[in-house]
């Protein structure tokens, strides 16, 4: 149980376009998505907190109109990356954490997507 | 704002070796969850052991443990009998409250055969 999928795995577009990926709990609903960007050999930055029928909280410094967040239903949230160039390159990993009554429960990660821009 | 620092950038060690990796943390908070990711060469995260601040006993898994010191505020891995399939980015992390994890810089371990 708890498995987090994301779609693509990997992704090669051209500078300017826009790219999306998805991010789905398949066996569980997920009120509280995360979306994260890891450069080579460094840790995972949050970019922002996706909550189910709201709008996206973003970390400082993450562009909110370069990264379209959407959390439309219970077990999925997309990243949009709009006007893609090649400085957006980056792993892309989402996480989602399951609904419970009050209680912390770990967050579950998905597998990552490669993004490069050429 | 609540930090992690792991201060080992690189370990190595030989199969079959104890090795135990360091993480600090700050924090105001009396209440939080402390965790240790794995992310090998495939950079699937993978939840190794989680520790509640709470709870004074450490957590182990199998042949993972922590040794938890809230006062120093350190929660450091130790793995046993170190295997191949160990090698991997280590990730010290921290939550709390809106359960946004914090990450540690991590630690990249390779077990040598």
């Known amino acids: 149980g708890a498995v987090v999928s994301q779609h693509p795995s990997w992704v090669i577009c051209k500078s300017g376009t826009s790219v999306k990926i998805e991010c789905r709990s398949l066996d569980f609903q997920a009120t509280t998505m995360f979306w994260y960007r890891q450069f080579p050999k460094q840790s995972l930055m949050l970019m922002a907190t996706?909550?189910?029928?709201?709008?996206?909280?973003?970390e400082q410094g993450v562009e909110k109109d370069k990264f379209l967040i959407n959390h439309a239903s219970l077990t999925l949230s997309t990243l949009t990356v709009t006007s893609a160039h090649p400085e957006d390159s980056s792993f892309y990993i989402c996480?989602?954490?399951?609904?419970?009554?009050?209680?912390?429960?770990?967050?579950?990660f998905g597998p990552g997507t490669r993004l490069t821009v050429l | 704002a609540q930090t992690v620092t792991q201060s080992q950038p690189e370990m190595s060690v030989q199969e079959a070796e104890t090795v135990t990796l360091s993480c600090t943390y700050d924090t105001s908070e009396n209440n939080y969850y402390l965790f240790w990711y794995k992310q090998p060469p495939s950079r699937q995260m993978i939840l190794v052991i989680r520790?509640?601040?709470?709870?004074?006993q450490n957590a182990t898994e199998n042949r993972f443990s922590v040794n938890f010191q809230k006062a120093a505020k350190s929660f450091s891995l130790k793995i046993s009998d170190s295997q191949l399939g160990d090698t991997a980015m280590y990730f010290c992390?921290?939550?709390?409250?809106?359960?946004?994890?914090?990450f540690g810089q991590g630690t990249r371990l390779t077990i040598n055969p």
């Open positions: 996480s989602a954490n399951p609904w419970t009554s009050g209680s912390l429960v770990e967050q579950f």
């Open positions: 996706s909550n189910e029928g709201s709008k996206a909280t973003y």
């Open positions: 520790q509640e601040a709470y709870k004074q």
């Open positions: 992390a921290f939550v709390q409250g809106a359960q946004k994890l914090v």
